[in-house]
């Protein structure tokens, strides 16, 4: 029995090696079909394979410095020193910021010494430093790529609001309030007011990281249609109506770019500090403290200082016909002082309730030829139309982008984008 098991055994054994040595001249011809193959995936950033390294990532604490980073990962202060010196005209080591992101990259041996530092300065911009003999440094970009979109919308309470109902950015706001920052009010936007845009989006990978160019837009507000279309002429792009008139005008609607109106200009009203009826020529807008304070147009600072009643306050003369003031400031912007001139859309200051005042706001006053007046019921002045020359070429590029814009439906296109969300 044990002798025959023995027996087939060996048989076994010899059919096997045999039957594999006569397969070996076939060898060359056998393929392993390519879709069956291991896919090798390599970890890439930066311009970097990171299964290289071991990875170290984190964000800038507050006043963290990137020798405190360097030190923990064993670079000594002589290289640091070298590296500082040898980045200085390329990117300041002191621009580093309290949270943002940041990336060391070490070797994997024993040493765990870093090779390379990168510190993501905004979601696209990221600066590389190579710290082994040759100590680079670089700038860089992340790949990004720009997605067009249509959207539309109706607003229920804000513009912000529906935006983000909408699967916008926040960022999309702010664009559009710069754009129409001449033309409309957007502290008197209505319930039922109605926006149609145009615009490509920036990503990077699945996060989107800014907007691009609002190619064309269209505001119904207080039934009125207000369009908006780039074009560029004296090497600067602008944006103009379908009339090729400028958006633009000589003060832009408010001091703010968001915020509410809690008290307008009027010769009634009840002061809740004083409490006794009195005149209230200035416009309230109401904001959290630290807010940017802009100035509405180009002039000169006449006065920047504190009183009483006014607090901190910025007055600019715009002209021999149009002066401004800013009241209640929590403080200055870095650099603004009498005889300083400043453009429109400056930042001046920062809300606060300095002086006689009840909470956080700027109250915003406006004379014309030496009487104060109510600034939002000027017939304002406007900058200069497109060019006569160029109107064929304005024409025929805002024929095409009205043409899309004016088809995007509302509530169908708004639900269709909220549907993708």
Same mark, same amino acid.
Request: hydrophobic share 40%.
């Given at each position: 029995?044990?002798?025959?098991?023995?027996?087939?055994?060996?048989?076994?054994?010899?059919?096997?090696?045999?039957?594999?040595?006569?397969?070996?001249?076939?060898?060359?011809?056998?393929?392993?079909?390519?879709?069956?193959?291991?896919?090798?995936?390599?970890?890439?950033?930066?311009?970097?394979?990171?299964?290289?390294?071991?990875?170290?990532?984190?964000?800038?604490?507050?006043?963290?410095?990137?020798?405190?980073?360097?030190?923990?990962?064993?670079?000594?202060?002589?290289?640091?020193?070298?590296?500082?010196?040898?980045?200085?005209?390329?990117?300041?080591?002191?621009?580093?910021?309290?949270?943002?992101?940041?990336?060391?990259?070490?070797?994997?041996?024993?040493?765990?010494?870093?090779?390379?530092?990168?510190?993501? /300065?905004?979601? =696209? @911009?990221?600066?590389?430093?190579?710290?082994? %003999?040759?100590?680079? $440094?670089?700038?860089?970009? *992340?790949? &990004?790529?720009?997605?067009?979109?249509?959207?539309?919308?109706?607003?229920?309470?804000?513009?912000?609001?529906?935006?983000?109902?909408?699967?916008?950015?926040?960022?999309?706001?702010?664009?559009?309030?710069?754009?129409? /920052?001449?033309? =409309? @009010?957007?502290?008197?936007?209505?319930?039922? %007011?109605?926006?149609? $845009?145009?615009?490509?989006? *920036?990503? &990077?990978?699945?996060?989107?990281?800014?907007?691009?160019?609002?190619?064309?837009?269209?505001?119904?507000?207080?039934?009125?249609?207000?369009?908006?279309?780039?074009?560029?002429?004296?090497?600067?792009?602008?944006?103009?109506?379908?009339?090729?008139?400028?958006?633009?005008?000589?003060?832009?609607?408010?001091?703010?770019?968001?915020?509410?109106?809690?008290?307008?200009?009027?010769?009634?009203?009840?002061?809740?500090?004083?409490?006794?009826?009195?005149?209230?020529?200035?416009?309230?807008?109401?904001?959290?403290?630290?807010?940017?304070?802009?100035?509405?147009?180009?002039?000169?600072?006449?006065?920047?200082?504190?009183?009483?009643?006014?607090?901190?306050?910025?007055?600019?003369?715009?002209?021999?016909?149009?002066?401004?003031?800013?009241?209640?400031?929590?403080?200055?912007?870095?650099?603004?002082?009498?005889?300083?001139?400043?453009?429109?859309?400056?930042?001046?200051?920062?809300?606060?309730?300095?002086?006689?005042?009840?909470?956080?706001?700027?109250?915003?006053?406006?004379?014309?030829?030496?009487?104060?007046?109510?600034?939002?019921?000027?017939?304002?002045?406007?900058?200069?139309?497109?060019?006569?020359?160029?109107?064929?070429?304005?024409?025929?590029?805002?024929?095409?982008?009205?043409?899309?814009?004016?088809?995007?439906?509302?509530?169908?296109?708004?639900?269709?984008?909220?549907?993708?969300?």
């Amino acid at each position: 029995m044990l002798r025959g098991l023995n027996f087939l055994l060996i048989f076994c054994s010899l059919v096997f090696l045999f039957g594999a040595c006569s397969g070996d001249e076939n060898l060359a011809d056998v393929s392993i079909p390519k879709d069956i193959l291991p896919e090798v995936k390599v970890n890439m950033a930066y311009g970097l394979n990171l299964d290289s390294f071991i990875v170290k990532e984190g964000k800038i604490k507050k006043n963290q410095m990137l020798s405190h980073i360097l030190l923990l990962n064993h670079i000594p202060w002589p290289e640091i020193d070298r590296l500082v010196k040898r980045s200085k005209d390329i990117y300041d080591v002191r621009k580093l910021r309290s949270g943002k992101n940041y990336t060391v990259l070490c070797k994997k041996d024993s040493t765990e010494k870093a090779e390379y530092f990168i510190y993501e /300065a905004n979601a =696209i @911009d990221y600066v590389v430093f190579d710290l082994r %003999d040759s100590m680079n $440094v670089t700038i860089a970009q *992340k790949e &990004v790529t720009e997605i067009r979109r249509e959207v539309a919308g109706v607003i229920n309470s804000s513009l912000y609001q529906t935006l983000i109902d909408i699967n916008c950015s926040a960022g999309l706001a702010m664009e559009m309030s710069e754009i129409y /920052a001449w033309s =409309i @009010d957007f502290y008197r936007i209505q319930k039922g %007011d109605r926006f149609k $845009v145009i615009f490509s989006e *920036k990503w &990077v990978g699945d996060t989107r990281v800014g907007i691009g160019t609002i190619e064309a837009c269209l505001f119904e507000h207080h039934n009125e249609n207000f369009y908006a279309f780039p074009f560029e002429q004296n090497n600067v792009v602008d944006y103009f109506d379908e009339q090729a008139k400028s958006l633009r005008k000589a003060f832009l609607k408010s001091p703010l770019k968001f915020g509410r109106i809690s008290s307008s200009f009027t010769m009634r009203r009840y002061h809740p500090v004083q409490k006794r009826w009195k005149a209230h020529l200035g416009t309230d807008y109401a904001a959290p403290k630290g807010t940017p304070i802009l100035a509405v147009g180009d002039g000169k600072v006449i006065e920047a200082r504190y009183k009483k009643f006014n607090g901190n306050y910025v007055k600019i003369k715009h002209n021999g016909t149009y002066t401004t003031q800013y009241l209640h400031m929590s403080k200055f912007a870095n650099g603004v002082r009498s005889g300083k001139y400043v453009r429109q859309g400056d930042v001046i200051g920062y809300v606060g309730s300095t002086g006689l005042a009840t909470g956080p706001h700027v109250c915003f006053r406006f004379w014309k030829n030496g009487k104060q007046v109510n600034h939002r019921t000027q017939k304002l002045p406007a900058s200069l139309p497109v060019k006569k020359e160029l109107l064929p070429q304005f024409k025929t590029t805002m024929d095409t982008l009205k043409l899309q814009l004016d088809v995007i439906p509302f509530e169908e296109k708004a639900a269709a984008e909220l549907a993708q969300k």
